[in-house]
Each structure stands twice: as structure tokens, then as C-alpha cells.
């Protein structure tokens, strides 16, 4: 039996190569965004080469959005004093609080990859990102309140860098990112909600 064909991915490697969610995978391919192949029992298939170029052709938004990125890590560095302090923060154990930290820099990567993105896709991977950070609120025994806290205290970070940044460097694009930025974490807030509301 030969060696897999390591130039073909399937739907959840080419999620993992993009960093995003499966399903916001199939809505790219499916709506025409994404190259994808069809095999004769009509399975999704993406040529990794096609797949690298796609994702570099959205490099020069993606280094505005590295920018934030880098801004809102240094800024919550910096903060760590303050945050310690939050009450939410203190029911977290070490493993919930790396779990809140990973979530926190994959809500980072989303809001850079979705600026620009029609709203159904990106309210796919705000869901996902939102249902997440419920599920590790519920885990750590904290209240709606405290868990809207937690993600608040997040997303200041994120608008405030958003916006220092768009004062220095006038560029239009920053106004659309702060906006975008600000849609996207909104949808997440409402999937934490609503994980909420039905647990």
C-alpha cells in the first residue's frame, strides 16, 4: 500500500493549517472563497499549495492585525497585577486560567482573520470561540456575571489597542478593523451568553 498523498488535505488538516474551525472551512469552500476539489464520492479536498498561497494573499491584513495582536499580549502583561485582583480570575485553577490564555490568543488570531469577512463566517468562529470560553467559565463555577466580566476585561484590551493604534498610524483600515474587531467580539459574548442561558 503506498504512502497518503501529502500534497491532498482533508477538511480538518486544512482547519489546522488556516487555524480556524472545520466548519468555517466548509462555508469558504463551499461559497466559492476557498479553492477546494471534490473526490468522486464527493468529498472535500484541498491542494496544500493551493491552500499556502490563498492564506498568503491575506498577509497584508493579517500583519495589521499581528500588530494588535502583539499590542494586546504586551498590554496584558502589563497588566497581570490587575488582573490577578479580578475576582473572576481568582476561581480560575492554573489549567482553566492556560485554557482562558489559549482562548484569549485564538480570539486574537480570529479577529485578524476575519476582518473583512462576510458576517456568517465569521459568526461561526465567534460561536465557537464564545461556547468555548462558556464551557471553561462552567468549569471554574463562575457566574454568567463573573464570566462576562472575564471576557470583558479581555476585550478592553483588544478595542483599546485597536484604537491607540489607529490614532498613530492614520490609516483608513484601522477604522474598519475597529469596527469589524468590535462586531466579532460581540458575537462571541452573545455565544458565551447563550451557553448560559441553556446550561
Do not use: C
Request: net charge neutral; aromatic share 8%.
Amino acid at each position: 500500500m503506498g504512502q497518503p498523498d501529502e500534497r491532498w488535505l482533508g477538511l480538518s488538516e486544512t482547519a489546522r493549517l488556516l487555524g480556524v474551525h472545520p466548519s468555517t472551512v466548509r462555508a469558504w469552500a463551499d461559497s466559492g472563497k476557498l479553492p477546494v476539489h471534490r473526490t468522486a464520492g464527493g468529498h472535500r479536498r484541498f491542494l496544500r499549495t493551493e491552500i499556502e498561497r490563498w492564506e498568503a494573499d491575506r498577509g497584508s491584513r493579517a500583519s495589521e492585525a499581528q500588530i494588535v495582536i502583539e499590542n494586546v499580549i504586551g498590554r496584558t502583561r502589563l497588566e497581570l497585577p490587575r488582573l490577578q485582583n479580578q475576582r473572576w480570575y481568582r476561581k480560575l485553577r492554573e489549567t482553566e486560567r492556560a485554557a482562558y490564555r489559549e482562548e484569549s490568543r485564538r480570539l486574537l488570531q480570529q479577529v485578524g482573520r476575519f476582518i473583512g469577512v462576510a458576517a456568517d463566517e465569521a459568526a461561526e468562529e465567534a460561536a465557537q470561540i464564545g461556547q468555548d470560553y462558556a464551557r471553561i467559565s462552567l468549569q471554574a463555577s463562575m457566574t454568567l456575571i463573573e464570566a462576562v466580566e472575564a471576557f470583558l476585561f479581555f476585550r478592553s484590551f483588544l478595542m483599546e489597542s485597536i484604537f491607540s493604534l489607529s490614532e498613530v498610524q492614520a490609516a483608513q483600515s484601522w477604522d474598519q478593523m475597529r469596527r469589524e474587531a468590535s462586531r466579532f467580539a460581540d458575537l462571541v459574548l452573545i455565544a458565551l451568553i447563550e451557553v448560559y442561558q441553556r446550561a
